[in-house]
């Protein structure tokens, strides 16, 4: 109960502040927002986290690479279950397969994991996000959209972190202590993002929309189980993978329907209904995961 209250409870809250917010129709400027959280904060938060990690260079790879199983395991699970179904594919094979590891996963992974959690939910989310950003996107698009990947700020991020992590770089105090400043600004601003978001986005087919729901937060779940005992994960590490494995749909997905007009307003749905779902499933898992 202690990990629900202490993870979950705080998560929610702000995410229904950044709600409210947008209900209200407070002042929230999303385009700036999203560009510190995008350009600035997420970059430093993964930099930071990489080179002050307790992990091995071993086990993140290997957590990494039970990201990269997890993905073809919701990609073929998606494709089958879609096909039976008689639903399109390119509009939400992407939903389902992509989980929101970032404004949602890193925070509940970092509440109740502590910083060990989360150094293990940032080389999930790299790899998911990359993912997204390239394989999500090409499926939307019906087309190759590999280059676009190489602008992330990510890429860099991850790179020099992985480099000063390996050879041990002392990196001078008063920048260590900026990246401290900045990287702690990115997990509350993407719970009030995430917030605003849901607020704005529409629900037009609930029924299709909650056994998708329940899909993607089920499957997760069975492959997020499977892939960790497969794997031999134990601690921080398999409560950041089960973890981010179940999480409900990443909200870029909506960005990519708009962008080649593959549905968005039931994938819009679709990520509303997961995500007022995972209010439900969330405590349920941590419980599971605290014994």
């Not at 990519?256 to 039931?266: G, I, L």
Request: glycine share 8%.
């Amino acid at each position: 109960m202690q990990v629900i209250l202490f993870a979950a409870v705080p998560v929610l809250l702000t995410i229904l502040v950044g709600y409210f917010i947008s209900r209200f129709n407070r002042p929230f400027d999303k385009k700036t927002i999203t560009f510190i959280v995008g350009t600035i904060g997420t970059p430093v938060l993964i930099f930071y986290s990489l080179i002050h990690t307790s992990a091995t260079m071993e086990s993140l790879v290997l957590i990494g690479g039970a990201t990269l199983l997890s993905i073809i395991c919701f990609l073929s699970i998606g494709f089958i279950v879609l096909r039976l179904a008689g639903l399109s594919v390119s509009a939400f094979l992407p939903s389902l397969s992509f989980p929101n590891t970032g404004n949602l996963g890193l925070p509940l992974s970092y509440y109740a994991f502590g910083e060990e959690g989360l150094n293990y939910a940032i080389a999930i989310f790299v790899v998911v996000a990359l993912s997204n950003h390239t394989l999500g996107q090409t499926i939307a698009a019906g087309r190759g959209k590999w280059k676009n990947v190489l602008s992330n700020p990510v890429i860099p991020a991850v790179v020099l972190g992985i480099l000063v992590f390996y050879f041990q770089i002392r990196v001078p105090i008063w920048l260590d202590n900026t990246f401290e400043i900045l990287s702690g600004l990115t997990i509350p601003l993407m719970l009030l993002m995430l917030g605003t978001s849901l607020a704005s986005i529409p629900v037009t087919t609930f029924k299709r929309s909650a056994w998708l729901a329940f899909l993607r937060i089920g499957m997760g779940m069975m492959v997020g189980f499977g892939l960790s005992e497969l794997f031999g994960f134990t601690g921080a590490a398999r409560g950041a993978f089960i973890l981010q494995c179940s999480m409900p749909v990443a909200i870029y997905n909506y960005v990519y329907s708009q962008m080649y007009d593959r549905a968005p307003e039931d994938v819009a749905s679709f990520i509303v209904v997961s995500t007022v779902l995972s209010v439900i499933t969330i405590p349920i898992l941590l419980s599971w995961l605290a014994i």
